[in-house]
């Protein structure tokens, strides 16, 4: 991965704000089955059982987290996923969970209870 697409922490916070939420998980799936542009926000509320102004909020805090983007068509937004974000995301997030999960030298695995 090049410097342009590192993700900063606060960025990676972000963005996982945004996904700790089952309907914003959902919207992220509904709009990667789609074409690019062509899926507006009435188009993702036909898919799940909310109210049209609930999942404009939802889309918002993703748009917001730079999880999608949008794209005007005539008078409708249509909404697209940005892989290379979700992508950057998967990187920094594993590498996080790589230095975090990795042993540091000369220390044993950490205590399951507290000394007495």
Request: with cysteine; proline share 5%.
């Amino acid at each position: 991965m090049n410097e342009t697409t590192t993700m900063q922490d606060e960025e990676i916070a972000s963005a996982l704000r945004a996904l700790g939420h089952p309907v914003r998980l959902s919207i992220l799936r509904i709009l990667a089955t789609q074409l690019p542009g062509d899926c507006c926000c009435t188009d993702v509320t036909q898919c799940l059982p909310l109210a049209q102004s609930t999942v404009s909020q939802h889309i918002k805090v993703l748009l917001e987290a730079g999880l999608v983007e949008r794209h005007a068509r005539g008078t409708r937004n249509c909404y697209t996923v940005r892989h290379d974000r979700l992508e950057a995301l998967g990187d920094a997030v594993g590498g996080l969970i790589t230095g975090l999960a990795a042993p540091v030298a000369g220390r044993g695995a950490p205590a399951l209870t507290e000394p007495a």
